[in-house]
T-cell receptor
Framework: AQKITQTQPGMFVQEKEAVTLDCTYD???????LFWYKQPSSGEMIFLIY??????QNATEGRYSLNFQKARKSANLVISASQLGDSAMYFC????????????????FGKGTLLTVNP | DSGVTQTPKHLITATGQRVTLRCSPR?????VYWYQQSLDQGLQFLIQ???????AKGNILERFSAQQFPDLHSELNLSSLELGDSALYFC????????????????FGPGTRLTVL
């Protein structure tokens, strides 16, 4: 089973509107972290936002917010007031194994959602 | 700019050859991670080093190896290259990679695009 599922291969949004990118995850760990990264066409991976499994508040970073619903195992990224420069691939990722004190610090990524912002 | 540097940016080589990818982590970061991004496999974790020691291994082929040096820079060596090794190889770094419950965000370098002909 996939650990990170991003069901939207592509999304379109009008400039200045808000958009939600979906992410569901699968883990049996109690302590884990969820990340969103942006990959523009130039190829680099840019960290956007982090949500810890024990965080009671949804994470926010500027125009980015994370709609974290733990019981549903979803961590959707909300981008408000979309800009043309937001057009990129967006990846949801998870880091597990934090509570066991283990050494599993890899990120497991979803397949990504390609967001296109239209003027 | 994440502060993580990778060289070279592009690499074109032939099957059977060996290449070395280099990564310098952000100042103060002790952990280095290598990831491979390909169209069919997506983003896959290869290996992690923490303060010079191998910490975790992922889907890394036996033909691939890595190391982290005392100055914390890391190299990923790919040998007996095959067409299927063509991919974007990322290095990421984080402060810890230990047992902390902190965010320990991984910051990615710009990647090395490897083309095997």
């Amino acid at each position: 089973a996939q650990k990170i599922t991003q069901t939207q291969p592509g999304m379109f949004v009008q400039e200045k509107e808000a958009v939600t990118l979906d992410c569901t995850y699968d883990t049996s760990d109690q302590s884990y972290g969820l990340f969103w990264y942006k990959q523009p066409s130039s190829g680099e991976m840019i960290f956007l936002i982090y949500q810890g499994s024990y965080d009671e508040q949804n994470a926010t970073e500027g125009r980015y917010s994370l709609n974290f619903q733990k019981a549903r195992k979803s961590a959707n990224l909300v981008i408000s007031a979309s800009q043309l420069g937001d057009s990129a691939m967006y990846f949801c990722a998870m880091r597990e194994g934090l509570s066991s004190g283990g050494s599993n610090y890899k990120l497991t990524f979803g397949k990504g959602t390609l967001l296109t912002v239209n003027p | 700019d994440s502060g993580v540097t990778q060289t070279p940016k592009h690499l074109i080589t032939a099957t059977g050859q060996r290449v070395t990818l280099r990564c310098s982590p952000r100042s103060g970061d002790l952990s280095v991670y290598w990831y491979q991004q390909s169209l069919d496999q997506g983003l896959q974790f290869l290996i992690q080093y923490y303060n010079g020691e191998e910490r975790a291994k992922g889907n890394i082929l036996e033909r691939f190896s890595a190391q982290q040096f005392p100055d914390l820079h890391s190299e990923l060596n790919l040998s007996s290259l095959e067409l299927g090794d063509s991919a974007l190889y990322f290095c990421a770094s984080s402060q810890e990679g230990g047992t902390s419950l902190s965010t320990d965000t991984q910051y990615f370098g710009p990647g090395t695009r490897l083309t095997v002909l």
